[in-house]
């Protein structure tokens, strides 16, 4: 479905573009999203530090990735609770509060597969936030009990294959994302990159068939101070993605050449202090050294910080 989706024509996805609420909800076109590790001097830092073969392949320019972002977010139990949280939420929060977009060409259809995947991804990474909770030596409901009202969002992410399908093309630059976990589903083309914290080397990720993909975000970065670091990633054209599209060319000549991520963005709540736990701030230093400091913010203000930073957001 999604393939159809991004193979309409430009005016047709325009209609469900949001760029008042960052692009939240809706679709985000590419050159449109711009990599933050452009302008995060950690983030160049880190690249710098790699040997030359490990480096990612580009960080300049807007990303050519299209997304589609459908909330998932649970809704306040009593219209009292609700209250009472929207009377403590400045205007950052209408990011969280915005209602999902339908397309016109998929009404009646779009709904039921959005909400049927996307329970089965929020299901499956809020079993690993029951794991990561234990892992960590915190009570099992932890991770979920800050996420529970989070703005979670299904989004998969879509680079057309066919403005985009050479060896060495981009697909989605260098970067960590911003929320606490993010897991992915298995793409029927091949192309992501990812960086392991303790060798610095590049690794083309292969997900084997019925596994899902967990990555961790900036949001768990700071909550656990630094004991576990957002993983940057890249997705680009490779040889393998380039077998893949001859593939599709062959056996299924009448589907559009377009390469889908059906990515998941697990977020904590949005009135959620995000800072270093204390008991993990102290680990983190015993194992890697004296940590940054995070500070503290709300995880609203967060995301309407790293949406400024990736030009989805003006305000």
Not at 215 to 227: D, H, N, P, T, W
């Amino acid at each position: 479905m999604l393939e159809d989706y991004f193979a309409q024509e430009k005016e047709r996805l325009e209609e469900d573009l949001r760029p008042e609420l960052g692009y939240q909800v809706g679709a985000t076109l590419e050159d449109t999203e711009k990599p933050s590790c452009k302008s995060v001097t950690k983030c160049t830092d880190i690249i710098a530090a790699l040997p030359a073969s490990e480096r990612p392949l580009d960080i300049t320019g807007a990303d050519p990735k299209c997304r589609f972002f459908w909330k998932m977010s649970d809704q306040r139990t009593t219209e009292a609770e609700a209250e009472k949280q929207k009377a403590k939420r400045g205007g950052e929060f209408k990011l969280h509060d915005a209602p999902n977009v339908v397309p016109r060409a998929f009404e009646g259809v779009w709904e039921g597969r959005m909400e049927d995947w996307g329970v089965k991804m929020k299901t499956a990474v809020q079993g690993v936030g029951e794991m990561l909770s234990v892992g960590l030596g915190l009570e099992k409901d932890t991770v979920n009990d800050a996420g529970r009202y989070g703005s979670h969002l299904l989004a998969p992410t879509a680079t057309d294959l066919r403005k985009y399908g050479k060896e060495g093309d981009s697909g989605d630059r260098f970067h960590s994302d911003m929320n606490f976990l993010t897991i992915h589903g298995r793409s029927r083309y091949p192309g992501l990159h990812i960086w392991a914290r303790n060798s610095g080397k590049k690794i083309a990720v292969k997900v084997p068939p019925g596994c899902l993909l967990v990555q961790a975000g900036k949001q768990l970065e700071a909550f656990s101070g630094g004991l576990v670091k957002a993983g940057y990633h890249e997705v680009v054209c490779t040889a393998a993605t380039v077998k893949a599209i001859e593939n599709i060319k062959a056996n299924k000549p009448d589907r559009p050449l377009i390469r889908i991520s059906s990515t998941f963005f697990y977020h904590l709540s949005p009135e959620y202090e995000l800072h270093g736990l204390p008991e993990l701030v102290k680990e983190a230093e015993r194992r890697f050294g004296p940590q940054e400091d995070y500070g503290r913010m709300t995880v609203a203000e967060q995301v309407q910080r790293e949406l400024g930073m990736i030009a989805l957001y003006k305000e």
